[in-house]
């Protein structure tokens, strides 16, 4: 399970994603890492959840083709075509919901400005008006993991008389992706798997990417230091202080 809070503001996007990864249903901590890829040359940032081998071998490819052929040429000729291979990729074979990908988009584009889309590989019982394998156009701010009070965000603070975008932004990023760590859940993927209980999810640290007109960057602004591979997350376990960080490593 990951989260990620993606928003639109002025002329860039930015996404954050947290680096929880897992292997299992029961909740532990099998990996911290990046889980947000990005064109070398092109402002294109993706990132996935669900099955972490194919989510990641699909950002990869699609960001490679990005570089190759632009922004415009990639949604409106290679997209399609691609998706429409996935789709017969899957069919021919047995339906598994542990091999399903959610995929989101966030890219510049010299004739559309800023976009959010995304897509995914298989249908969900809580969004009936979802089609795998379709484009979906999401909204400027759009956000996707263990369910959260949406009036917290809509009531979160404005930004102070002197205070950058860029500041503003960061904060309220890891303070939404700290709002799902705190949600215990079942993934809407797992619902319905054997042995899939609740757990917390989000976790490792917060990426910000963003993307604007320049290209895509990545930057770790972020991290929960009492998260440990091997270990379910604890949102409420308080990181060791100096103190007890020595005395562990004199034991």
């Known amino acids: 399970m990951s989260a990620y809070f993606a928003i639109r503001a002025g002329d860039a ?47 990869n490819f699609l960001s490679a083709q990005v570089d190759k052929i632009g922004v415009d040429d990639f949604l409106d000729l290679f997209l399609p075509v691609f998706l429409a291979g ?19 988009m966030a890219v510049w584009s010299e004739t559309r400005g800023i976009l959010h889309l995304g897509f995914q590989t298989g249908a969900e019982p809580d969004r009936p008006d979802t089609v795998p394998f379709e484009i979906q156009v999401l909204g400027a701010t759009t956000l996707r993991g263990p369910a959260l009070d949406l009036m917290k965000l809509a009531a979160y603070r404005r930004p102070r008389f002197g205070e950058g975008q860029a500041s503003f932004v960061k904060e309220l990023g890891v303070t939404v992706l700290s709002w799902m760590r705190e949600v215990v859940s079942v993934p809407t993927m797992l619902q319905g798997v054997a042995g899939a209980t609740p ?40 990181p060791l202080n100096r103190a007890q960080r020595r005395a562990l490593r004199a034991a």
């Open 199 to 238: 757990h917390y999810w989000v976790g490792g640290f917060v990426d910000m990417t963003t993307v604007d007109a320049s290209g895509a960057r990545v930057e770790r602004i972020h991290t929960w230091h009492q998260d440990k591979v091997g270990e379910p997350i604890d949102p409420f376990r308080q």
């Open 86 to 104: 996935l789709r017969d990729s899957y069919a021919d074979v047995p339906r598994d919901r542990s091999n399903d990908v959610v995929v989101m």
């Open 13 to 59: 996007s930015f996404l954050f994603t947290d680096g929880a990864g897992y292997t299992t249903t029961d909740g532990i901590a099998r990996v911290f890492a990046r889980k947000v890829s990005v064109a070398k040359t092109e402002p294109f940032a993706i990132t996935s959840q669900g099955n972490a081998e194919l989510g990641e071998k699909i950002r």
